[in-house]
C-alpha cells in the first residue's frame, strides 16, 4: 500500500480545507460490505465481495513485499462501511477485523474502515497480478494469480457467482430430466471415529443423529412418495467433501444435514437450523467450527478456525435454503410445543454460517441442530423415541411445505 507516501501529500494539499469541505458536504455511506468469500487455488484465487447495494466507486492496486510487510493486493470501496456480522466472527482490530487464512500463498485477509470507505487488504506471499470484475450490480470480483501461470479452472467464474448471488446454482447449467419424484438426500453427521458431541450421560451424536435421519428418511418415503438417499447407513466415517459430493452425484433437490449441539455451558439448550452464509453472530460461527472439525483430521479445532473459510469452494442456493431452514424449524418449534409444552421446546431459530458440508452442495441445503446433548434434559430428549419421532415428522412436514411454496413459484 502506499499510505505512507499519501499522508504527506495530503498535507501539503491543504487538510484544512479538505476538512472544511467534508463539513460542509458529508456524504452517507450508503452501502454495506455484507460478505467476503474467498475461493482457494494453487497459483491462482478469486475473493467475491457482496455488498448490499453498489458502492460509489471501486479501486484496486497490488503492491510487492517491501522488508517485513507483505505483498498486499488492495480493494477500496467508495461510501461503504462494513457490517458488523460480517467482522464479528473474526480477530478485532482497530477500524476493522482479520481474517486468517494462511493457505496457498494468502496470508490474511484484513478489513478496515477508511473513514466513508471501506478497505479489504489481501495479505500475500508472493505479488499476484490483480484483477477486478463487477459480478452484477453489487458485487466485485477479485482474481488474483501469480505471475506466468494459467488461470485456475476450477475456481468459479463471475456468471456463475452472478447466479449464485441471485439464489441459482452456482453449478454450471446442465440438461436434465426433471426427477419423476423429490430426490433428498438425507445426512446424519459424523460417524466411525468422528463421534461428534458427547453428551452428559456419554451419549454419542454420531449415534443419535443417525437413528434421526433414518427416521427422517422413512417418513419422506412414506408422506412425500420421495426417493430418499442417506449418506451413510451405518457408523462409518465420511469426510464433509465426501458427503456434499454424494449429493451431488446423485443429482439431488434438498440435501438435509442432521446434527446434535454442543456448548461449553450445559445450560445451554434449543433447537437451531443453518443454512449456507456468514455467520449471522458469534455463537453461530462456533457452532460451525465445531461441526467442520473433521474437515482437518487430527488438527484441533481451534487450529482449524482460522482456516474454516479459506478451504470452501461455494456453490449453493442461499435464498432457496434460507426458504428450506424456515419452514423446518418453524414446523419442528411448532409440534414439538404442541407436544411437549412450550417450557420443553426452545426456538433458536434459523441462522446462517459456513458449514463445510454445505459449501460444496449444489442444490438448497440445510443444516438442523436437534437439540444440545450438553444439555441434561435436552439429550434425555434426544434419546427418546417419541421424541425423534415427532422431529423426524416435523422435518418432513417442513419439507412437504417448502415443495409446496417452490412448485407454486
Given at each position: 500500500m502506499s499510505r505512507q507516501s499519501c499522508i504527506p501529500l495530503a498535507l501539503r494539499s491543504g487538510l484544512v480545507v479538505l476538512v472544511a469541505w467534508l463539513a460542509l458536504a458529508p456524504r452517507a455511506q450508503a452501502a454495506q460490505l455484507e460478505q467476503v468469500l474467498l475461493f482457494l487455488g494453487a497459483e491462482h484465487s478469486r475473493l467475491l465481495l457482496v455488498l448490499d447495494e453498489p458502492a460509489s466507486d471501486v479501486s484496486s492496486h497490488s503492491s510487492p513485499a517491501v522488508g517485513s510487510a507483505p505483498a498486499?493486493?488492495?480493494?477500496?470501496?467508495?461510501?461503504?462501511?462494513?457490517?458488523?456480522?460480517?467482522?464479528?466472527?473474526?480477530?478485532?482490530?482497530?477500524?476493522?477485523?482479520?481474517?486468517?487464512?494462511?493457505q496457498h500463498?494468502?496470508?490474511?485477509?484484513?478489513?478496515?474502515?477508511?473513514?466513508?470507505?471501506?478497505?479489504?487488504?489481501?495479505?500475500?506471499?508472493?505479488?499476484?497480478?490483480?484483477?477486478?470484475?463487477?459480478?452484477?450490480?453489487?458485487?466485485?470480483?477479485?482474481?488474483?494469480?501469480?505471475?506466468?501461470?494459467?488461470?485456475?479452472?476450477?475456481?468459479?467464474?463471475?456468471?456463475?457467482l452472478a447466479n449464485w448471488l441471485a439464489g441459482l446454482s452456482m453449478a454450471p447449467s446442465?440438461?436434465?430430466?426433471?426427477?419423476?419424484?423429490p430426490r433428498i438426500v438425507v445426512d446424519p453427521g459424523h460417524g466411525g471415529w468422528d463421534s461428534g458431541a458427547v453428551g452428559c450421560t456419554g451419549t454419542h451424536e454420531a449415534d443419535v443423529v443417525l437413528a434421526l435421519a433414518r427416521r427422517v428418511a422413512t417418513g419422506l418415503e412414506r408422506e412425500l412418495g420421495a426417493e430418499v438417499l442417506l449418506t451413510r447407513e451405518d457408523n462409518t466415517f465420511l469426510s464433509l467433501h465426501e458427503r456434499a459430493a454424494f449429493a451431488n452425484s446423485r443429482d439431488a433437490d434438498i440435501f438435509i444435514s442432521i446434527h446434535a449441539n454442543a456448548a461449553p455451558a450445559p445450560t445451554v439448550w434449543g433447537i437451531e437450523t443453518y443454512y449456507l452464509d456468514v455467520a449471522s453472530d458469534a455463537n453461530a460461527a462456533a457452532v460451525a467450527l465445531r461441526e467442520n472439525a473433521s474437515v482437518h483430521t487430527g488438527v484441533q479445532a481451534d487450529d482449524a478456525a482460522s482456516r474454516v473459510l479459506s478451504e470452501?469452494?461455494?456453490?449453493?442456493?442461499?435464498?432457496?435454503?434460507?426458504?428450506?431452514?424456515?419452514?423446518?424449524?418453524?414446523?419442528?418449534?411448532?409440534?414439538?410445543?404442541?407436544?411437549?409444552?412450550?417450557?420443553?421446546?426452545?426456538?433458536?431459530?434459523?441462522?446462517?454460517?459456513?458449514?463445510?458440508?454445505?459449501?460444496?452442495?449444489?442444490?438448497?441445503?440445510?443444516?438442523?441442530?436437534?437439540?444440545?446433548?450438553?444439555?441434561?434434559?435436552?439429550?434425555?430428549?434426544?434419546?427418546?423415541?417419541?421424541f425423534?419421532?415427532?422431529?423426524?415428522?416435523?422435518?418432513?412436514?417442513?419439507?412437504?411445505?417448502y415443495l409446496a411454496a417452490t412448485e407454486s413459484e
Amino acid at each position: 500500500m502506499s499510505r505512507q507516501s499519501c499522508i504527506p501529500l495530503a498535507l501539503r494539499s491543504g487538510l484544512v480545507v479538505l476538512v472544511a469541505w467534508l463539513a460542509l458536504a458529508p456524504r452517507a455511506q450508503a452501502a454495506q460490505l455484507e460478505q467476503v468469500l474467498l475461493f482457494l487455488g494453487a497459483e491462482h484465487s478469486r475473493l467475491l465481495l457482496v455488498l448490499d447495494e453498489p458502492a460509489s466507486d471501486v479501486s484496486s492496486h497490488s503492491s510487492p513485499a517491501v522488508g517485513s510487510a507483505p505483498a498486499r493486493a488492495t480493494v477500496m470501496l467508495d461510501d461503504t462501511a462494513l457490517a458488523s456480522r460480517l467482522i464479528t466472527p473474526y480477530l478485532q482490530r482497530p477500524g476493522g477485523a482479520e481474517m486468517p487464512v494462511g493457505q496457498h500463498g494468502i496470508k490474511q485477509l484484513v478489513f478496515s474502515s477508511m473513514g466513508p470507505r471501506a478497505q479489504v487488504v489481501v495479505e500475500l506471499e508472493r505479488a499476484r497480478n490483480l484483477s477486478i470484475t463487477a459480478v452484477g450490480d453489487r458485487a466485485y470480483l477479485l482474481d488474483l494469480r501469480l505471475p506466468d501461470t494459467p488461470p485456475d479452472a476450477s475456481l468459479p467464474e463471475a456468471p456463475a457467482l452472478a447466479n449464485w448471488l441471485a439464489g441459482l446454482s452456482m453449478a454450471p447449467s446442465k440438461a436434465h430430466e426433471p426427477h419423476a419424484r423429490p430426490r433428498i438426500v438425507v445426512d446424519p453427521g459424523h460417524g466411525g471415529w468422528d463421534s461428534g458431541a458427547v453428551g452428559c450421560t456419554g451419549t454419542h451424536e454420531a449415534d443419535v443423529v443417525l437413528a434421526l435421519a433414518r427416521r427422517v428418511a422413512t417418513g419422506l418415503e412414506r408422506e412425500l412418495g420421495a426417493e430418499v438417499l442417506l449418506t451413510r447407513e451405518d457408523n462409518t466415517f465420511l469426510s464433509l467433501h465426501e458427503r456434499a459430493a454424494f449429493a451431488n452425484s446423485r443429482d439431488a433437490d434438498i440435501f438435509i444435514s442432521i446434527h446434535a449441539n454442543a456448548a461449553p455451558a450445559p445450560t445451554v439448550w434449543g433447537i437451531e437450523t443453518y443454512y449456507l452464509d456468514v455467520a449471522s453472530d458469534a455463537n453461530a460461527a462456533a457452532v460451525a467450527l465445531r461441526e467442520n472439525a473433521s474437515v482437518h483430521t487430527g488438527v484441533q479445532a481451534d487450529d482449524a478456525a482460522s482456516r474454516v473459510l479459506s478451504e470452501l469452494v461455494v456453490s449453493g442456493t442461499s435464498a432457496m435454503s434460507r426458504k428450506l431452514a424456515n419452514e423446518i424449524q418453524g414446523a419442528v418449534v411448532q409440534n414439538l410445543s404442541q407436544l411437549m409444552g412450550p417450557g420443553q421446546t426452545r426456538d433458536l431459530g434459523v441462522k446462517s454460517a459456513m458449514f463445510t458440508v454445505l459449501v460444496s452442495t449444489r442444490m438448497p441445503s440445510i443444516l438442523f441442530e436437534a437439540s444440545f446433548l450438553t444439555h441434561p434434559d435436552d439429550e434425555m430428549r434426544l434419546r427418546t423415541p417419541a421424541f425423534q419421532r415427532a422431529t423426524a415428522d416435523s422435518i418432513v412436514q417442513g419439507v412437504r411445505s417448502y415443495l409446496a411454496a417452490t412448485e407454486s413459484e
